[in-house]
Structure formats: C-alpha cells, structure tokens
C-alpha cells in the first residue's frame, strides 16, 4: 500500500500539518458541486485536493492569456475540499486550478469535472448551459425499446463516415457531418445519416467524442486523425469535431444538435466511454490536484497498466467510483446519451458497474450499458471483483461482447491467417451454436467444445453483444481476403453476407461495424487508430458497388424487427423455444423458433448457415415451410418450399424458412 502525506483534522478539513494515512483513508466528499458553480451575481470553486498545502484558481480573460487576470487563494473546507468564492458575474472567463504539494505548485489544470474548455482543453471555461441548448432541446428524447434485444446498434468513428468527398456531407468529420440530412453519392443514394435512417439500425455508436488528447485542435486544417481512447476531459466534447474549437459554446452545443438529429430520426446515441485509464497519469488532471489517487500501483509503486496504455485507474476508491458514476450521469442528463460502451470494461469493479447501472436507470430506464469483457493486461485489482465477461451475470442490466462468436465465425483475432466457420473451416459449430443463444445456458450446446468460454457467460440474451467486426482488428472484409486468399469477389461478398445473417439472427443484442454492409476495407491495416483518411474513411461509392449487400443488410435488419422469435427476451424462453438440429454434416448448424410460442406471426421458423465454400444437402423437419431467404437472396413474398425432407444448400449461405398459416 502506498502512503501519502494527508492534511485530514478531526473536523474533516485539510490543516496544512499532515499525516500519513493510506488511500482508503482520504475522505470522501459526496457533494455534487465540485468544480465551478456559476451564478450572474457569484462563482463558487470547489476541488478535491485532500493532500495539498494550498490551491488557488486562476482567472484568464481569455484562453490565450499568457497571465492571469487575478488569481483566487483557496480555503481548506470540509472532507478534503478546498473552496473559493467570487463575488460577481464571471461568465465567459476562462480558469484553472493549481496545488501545492511538498512545497511545489504543480501544473494548472482545469479540474476533473470541467464541462467545457479552450482549445486543446488546457483551461476551463465559466458558462451557462442554456447557452448551448439548440432550440427544441428540452423536448428532445431518444428511443425508448421494450428490451435492449430490440436494439440493433451500429458503431461508427465521425470523421470515417463523413470525411470522404463522395458523402456528400459539407461538415465533414464534424458533429455537424452527422446532422446533416439529405445528402448523397454521385448515384444519389443516401449516405450519412440517411443511411443509418434507411439501414435500419436502432443505435448509433460513436467512437470516443469527449475531450482526447492527440489532436491538436489548434490546426483545424491538419487532418490529423485518432480514435480518441486516450482520454484528457472527459465532461467535454472534443474540440475537432467542432467548426470551431477556440469557442468552448461552440462544441458544446454542435454536439447536442449532433444527438438532436440523430434523434429526430428515430436514432438512439451511444457514447464510448474510456474511465479505465488516462492519457498520461503524471500530467493527467487527476494527478494535479490529487497525485496517485485515482490510479492503481504496482507494489514497487510504478503504475500498473490493466490497459496497455501506461495506466489504469482505480474503480473501487470511492471519489473514482463516485467521479465515473456523475459523469456519466453528465451525459446522460445534459447530452440525452442513450447508452454507454464501457472501453476495457473489466479494469473497473462489479460494484461500481452495477452502480452506474443503477445510477443511469434513474435517469433514463432505456439506456443501454455494455462493454468490453477483458482487460489488455493484468491488474492489482483481484479478479472476483473485475467486471469481466465470465462475471457478468452479476451485473444485471449490463453487456458484455462476444468475442465467442465473433471469433468462431471469421477466424481468431490475433492470426490474420486462420479463418472460422465462414471460411468452412470444421470444429466450431458448437461456438457458434454459443452464439446464437447469446451465451445463455441452453441444454443443446456443448460448452466444453466453445473455443473461449466453457460456460454460459449471460443470465439473459441482453447481456451478450453479438457481432464479427468493430473498430478493432481487421474488418470483416479484410480479415476474410486474408484468411481466404483464393475466394472470389463474388464468393467473398457471399461469405460477408453470411456473417452478417449470424449476427442479425442470433439471439441477445446485435451489433455492427460501419461499412460492413457495404464491404468496407482499411487496405489490410489492421490497427489503424491514428492511421489518415486514406486508410479509415468510408467510400461511399462502396454503397453503389456493393448495393446488393447494402439492400441484403437492410432486409435482415427488417426481419428482426418484425420478428420477436429473434429477440426472445430470456434464458428460458430460448432453452424452450429455440431447437438445434442435428445435421450430420461439419460446418452447418441449423435449428428451429417456435414464434407462436413468442407472439410471432411466423409459427415457426427454420434457420441453417452453411459455412462450407461448397454446396450441401441435409434433411430438415417436416413442415409446411416457406422460403423467405436462400443465400444473398430475400423473397419478395414467401415461396413455398415443396414437402421434401432433403434441402440443397448453396456455399457458403443462409437460409430462412418459415411456416406462416
């Protein structure tokens, strides 16, 4: 345990004297005015800072004033906090705070909990949240599903989506990009929003837009580009995606317009979240006022590094679990976010995840909350406590990823040259099998034969993620043209077609990669966080190239909509109501949805994917079935399929059948 010099007196003040306690020993302030509070005739500052012999706050007229206008000395106050109070209107200045420790200021910073900054987030910024309301904001809301199952979320990166000049779209890698509506390609198809709009996806999941340290903001013209997981203000929009950067109402408010359109257009909006580590810890506005606290050490004392990023911060201390649990709450109350995606989720601790659960149920019973089931490193953290995959059936409410499925069906993630089911590769039907019934305990599954887990993992379908591709790794286009060296085009789209009917079929919650439907590559880069546009951004001539992939997504996306047999909402209603059969043939699974059971108007249904690149024949059950999709090919009204037991399957294909009367 580490030890640091702590000014605590009996009445929960710092006294500037000192004494050595260790961290589970620093007070806890459970006020929510921490920060700065603003009012025409008064500020009042308030930080955090239990360890420091003194802080002051320093006042600039503008963000780039080399000095400060006046500086404020703050007071100690109560369980570890110091305040300052200024008499007087101080809207539109901007702020820092600094501390003094061991007899040495450290660096200014404008505080954990700023809400909005100058360029390159250095300072804070005092105003009033009205000003950054769009017009029509409190009547805004988002989606309100039945069940996370019903959602179909769709993860995009805003520069991608929009930078490319066949978008169409004038604000391009802008909050604004996305907002827009009506845009098209040379072919006048839809792109951008309208797209998503026509897809039919229920979610929009947007890769990191809170304040991150890599771009520099300054050089609006620079195309730099970056995913944004390394985090510096995390209750700030990113400067980039503004028009305007150097205006910190600007971003603020670009940003609610951003979800307001996203919104009017039926679209939920998921935030990625990044709590599990910062983008330096020695400089990181955490250790400005507070050094060591928020983040774990190794025993030698050095940080350790859950996240592969140098550090990882500390869930369970309460004023971190408390910070993640209010700013979330932030963009859930003042963002309207819909739902959160939790980056190296299984850094924090089950109790506080089930706290933010229970803390955004509050605001918002529909948001979605799911996250990444792993850590990128070991941590000092003990493993019963972290929130991984194998622990999620204690945090009720709340995703993990499947990296199951996704990895059985296009080939494991660290060899770019094994391919899985999609591929014909024999031996994983069983994880497949895992995945379509969304890692739940189904009594037809052989769980010892999954590739990762040998156990469900879920409690319910809404607590497994679904899906072949993200931000991460290869996409599933390049992955396969890696994987499968000698398919065809022809067969390759056909094969992406396939995954794609796993993941829209399957039971839990699906989710899908930006461009996956219109065969998005990155040129074989696989990671490609900072590479440029060149290499991340959407051709939206791809849609135009790929529309029968296009329309085949949309179609699936449809189905599931409109068919609850598809979205069963527990583990007993899959195990009663979804049934394997048994094919005899390697690289086919098949199975059975009794809909009616379920409300369906399809009274049942039968579903099978061939992943052999070659035809087959198996026998399926008796029935009065109809044809609604063979291979890459939807009906335009169901075909009834003669009452023959054998079925020919074509390479590398679905087919859905379904008995309607």
Known sequence: MLFFLLNYSSSGQSSGKGALLPYEHYPFYPGDDLEMTWAPSQTRFRIWAPVAEAAE??????????????????KPDVLGTWIAVYEGNLLHYFYTFRTRHAGHWLGETPGAYARAVGVNGKRAFIFDPVETYPEGWANDKGPQLQSPVDAVIYELHLRDISVHPSSGIFYKGKFLGLSETGTTNLWNQSTGL????????????????????????????????????????????????????????????????????????????????????????????FNQLVPGYYYRQNPDGSYSNASGCGNETASERPMVRQYIIESVKYWAQEYHIDGFRFDLMAIHDIETMNLIRQALGEVNPYILIYGEGWTAGDSPLPYENRALKAHISKMPGIAVFSDDLRDAVKGPWYNDKETGFIGGIPGLEESIKFGIVAATHHPQVNFQAVNYSKAPFASSPEQCINYVSCHDNHTLWDKTRLTIPNATQEELVAINKLAGAIVLT?????????????????????????????????????????????????????????????????????????????????????????????????????????????????????????????????????LPYPPIPQLNLLPSAAVIMAEIE
Request: hydrophobic share 35%.
């Open 57 to 74: 706050v320093r006042l600039y007229k503008t963000d780039s004033d080399s000095e400060p206008a006046m500086v404020l000395p703050m």
């Open 194 to 285: 309208d797209h998503l709009k026509e897809l039919g996806v229920t979610h929009v999941h947007i890769l990191p837009m809170f304040d991150f340290h890599t771009i520099d903001e300054s050089q609006t013209e620079s195309n730099e580009y970056n995913w944004g997981y390394d985090p510096q203000n995390y209750n700030v929009p990113e400067g980039s995606y503004s028009t305007n950067p150097f205006d910190p109402i600007v971003r603020n408010k670009e940003l609610r317009q951003m979800v307001m359109a996203l919104h009017q257009a039926g679209l939920g909006v998921v935030m990625d979240v990044v709590y599990n580590h910062t983008f330096d810890a020695g400089s990181s506005n």
């Open 506 to 638: 399957s039971q839990g919650i699906p989710f899908l990669h930006n461009g996956v439907e219109m065969m998005r590559s990155k040129k074989g880069v696989e990671n490609s966080y900072n590479a440029p546009d060149s290499i991340n951004q959407i051709d939206w001539n791809w849609k135009y190239l790929y529309k029968s992939a296009v329309s085949f997504y949309r179609q699936l996306i449809a189905m599931r909509k409109s068919h609850p047999a598809f979205r069963m909402r527990s583990q007993e209603e899959i195990a009663k109501n979804l049934e394997f059969i048994e094919t005899g043939k390697p690289c086919i699974v098949a199975y059975t949805l009794n809909g009616a059971a379920v409300g369906d108007s399809w009274k049942r249904i039968l579903v099978i994917f061939n992943g052999n690149r070659h035809a087959e024949q198996i026998r399926i059950p008796q029935g009065k079935w109809k044809i609604v999709l063979n291979g890459d090919r939807f009906m335009d009204e169901p």
